[in-house]
């Protein structure tokens, strides 16, 4: 097989400064060992997210200058209306900041106010941190379905974000009055980007029909699972991804989008209901909190770039070209005797960081060790996903590896292999850590480590 080339040339380029293993020491010291207090001016490679970080394309660019500013119904809110609805197929549209503010107003229109949600519960693969919180503020429970493979990160199964489906007709059958929807998450980002099979969906949508539940599909990703669905599911080779996107959505009710993943913009979001009413009472709230309906909360320029971005993520060279990078990365960790979350997922790598640094036990914070030496050792950024994050909720310490979207070269991610290569070899000299201050929530944030001596 040829060489999977980035299918676009560099336009604009944006320097990253070069730091020395001193300067590097030292900005850990200044943010008490927690990456996200590091200025990402001090960042070499920056893997903490995918999210809002990608390059825009010069179509994009050319549509912020082409951006209508009117307060309501400018050129650029049908432009995107337009592209959202080809896409999806779906007719009522809103536009949001970003996903958290379509989640929240879906919990509001499809659960409701204050603590309407007492008694109920939301089941979905696995819900992402955001969508759990909005749903829980609400009082309403969460729970994960995901199937015993998914669970699994050592084993290769193809469609490890599936939902388990005689978990979700159980739940259903005991409790179908207290399940106000049904939620599943392409690609399954809280499992390592894992995606969803359409045979798995259509199941899903069999069980919301004979419940009479509404399907609601969070689809940030939805463009990389559609390519994974084309890889992989029988039957699906030949078909364009636009189409297979196009059917994953021909089976949802309505569905919360972060544009900041496959809509490759640095913001805003989407929100789909296939009923008008359901449309309507959402209208209403968006205007209250993000804007009018015509723009919600974004700038015209952002819808433009939605509009483009939308449109480009379904490009079948660019979905191999990224899918296949992702994959190469965890492709030459995996040779190297790293163990990762099986097999590569679409957007990420997540490295088994208890299995990196065996010495180092779960309350001493293995995830933290490996991302710190990361950054000390290449400048690299990446997001532990483990007992600092989850506390004793943490099934598995892992450090994620995020690719931003067109962002990163070939040598790049040579550069990420190589320093994580150097890392392992010294990995049984690496401290553990100790938290010297924390929060009342959310303690990943800002909490402040000490390396223990
Ligand atoms: N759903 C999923 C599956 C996500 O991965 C995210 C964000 C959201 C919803 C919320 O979207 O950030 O636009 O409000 N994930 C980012 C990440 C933050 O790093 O994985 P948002």
């Given at each position: 097989m040829k060489t999977i080339i980035e299918p676009f040339r560099i336009k604009s380029v944006e320097p990253i400064r070069m730091t020395t293993h001193a300067e590097r020491q030292n900005a850990l010291k200044n943010a008490h060992y927690n990456l996200f207090a590091i200025p990402s001016d001090d960042v070499m490679i920056d893997l903490l997210t995918d999210s809002g970080t990608g390059a825009m394309s010069s179509e994009q660019w050319a549509g912020i200058m082409r951006g209508d500013e009117s307060y309501a119904?400018?050129?650029?809110?049908?432009?995107?209306?337009?592209?959202?609805?080809?896409?999806?197929?779906?007719?009522?549209?809103?536009?949001?900041?970003?996903?958290?503010?379509?989640?929240?107003?879906?919990?509001?229109?499809?659960?409701?106010?204050g603590d309407a949600g007492n008694g109920k519960i939301v089941p979905n693969n696995a819900h992402f941190d955001t969508t759990r919180a909005n749903i829980e503020h609400s009082g309403c429970a969460t729970v994960d379905l995901l199937t015993p493979e998914g669970?699994?990160?050592?084993?290769?199964?193809?469609?490890?974000?599936?939902?388990?489906?005689?978990?979700?007709?159980?739940?259903?059958?005991?409790?179908?009055?207290?399940?106000?929807f049904v939620m599943v998450t392409i690609t399954c980002n809280s499992i390592g980007g894992q995606p969803v099979s359409l045979e798995n969906m259509k199941a899903v949508r069999a069980i919301c029909d004979k419940y009479n539940k509404p399907f609601i599909l969070d689809a940030c990703r939805f463009a990389e699972n559609a390519w994974f669905i084309k890889q992989r599911e029988p039957g699906q080779q030949d078909r364009p991804v636009a189409d297979i996107a196009r059917e994953q959505f021909d089976l949802c009710d309505g569905s919360t989008i972060s544009a900041k993943k496959d809509g490759m913009v640095n913001i805003g979001g989407v929100l789909l209901f296939r009923d008008k009413e359901l449309a309507a009472t959402a209208s209403n709230l968006l205007i209250l909190t993000e804007g009018f309906m015509t723009y919600g909360g974004l700038a015209g320029r952002d819808l433009e770039a939605m509009a483009v971005g939308f449109r480009e993520v379904l490009r079948e060279d660019y979905l191999r070209y990224r899918i296949r990078s992702t994959e190469y990365l965890g492709e030459k960790l995996l040779e190297a005797g790293i163990q990762i979350?099986?097999?590569?997922?679409?957007?990420?790598?997540?490295?088994?960081?208890?299995?990196?640094?065996?010495?180092?036990?779960?309350?001493?914070?293995?995830?933290?060790?490996?991302?710190?030496?990361?950054?000390?050792?290449?400048?690299?950024?990446?997001?532990?996903?483990?007992?600092?994050?989850?506390?004793?909720?943490?099934?598995?310490?892992?450090?994620?590896?995020a690719i931003p979207r067109r962002t990163y070269t070939q040598s790049h991610i040579d550069y990420v292999i190589e320093i994580i290569l150097e890392v392992k070899a010294n990995a049984a000299?690496?401290?553990?850590?100790?938290?010297?201050?924390e929060p009342a929530a959310l303690r990943h944030f800002t909490a402040e480590f000490e390396p223990i001596a």
């Open positions: 119904g400018a050129p650029s809110w049908f432009r995107f209306r337009d592209v959202i609805n080809e896409i999806t197929g779906i007719e009522n549209i809103l536009p949001t900041h970003q996903g958290r503010a379509s989640e929240r107003l879906l919990v509001e229109v499809m659960i409701g106010h669970q699994d990160p050592n084993t290769d199964a193809p469609f490890k974000g599936n939902m388990d489906l005689d978990a979700l007709e159980k739940l259903l059958s005991e409790r179908a009055d207290d399940v106000p979350v099986r097999p590569a997922g679409g957007h990420a790598i997540y490295i088994d960081a208890a299995h990196f640094c065996p010495h180092i036990p779960s309350h001493e914070f293995p995830g933290q060790t490996l991302a710190v030496a990361l950054y000390e050792a290449g400048g690299i950024r990446s997001c532990e996903i483990g007992s600092v994050m989850m506390g004793e909720h943490a099934h598995m310490e892992l450090v994620r590896l000299s690496l401290p553990g850590y100790r938290i010297a201050k």
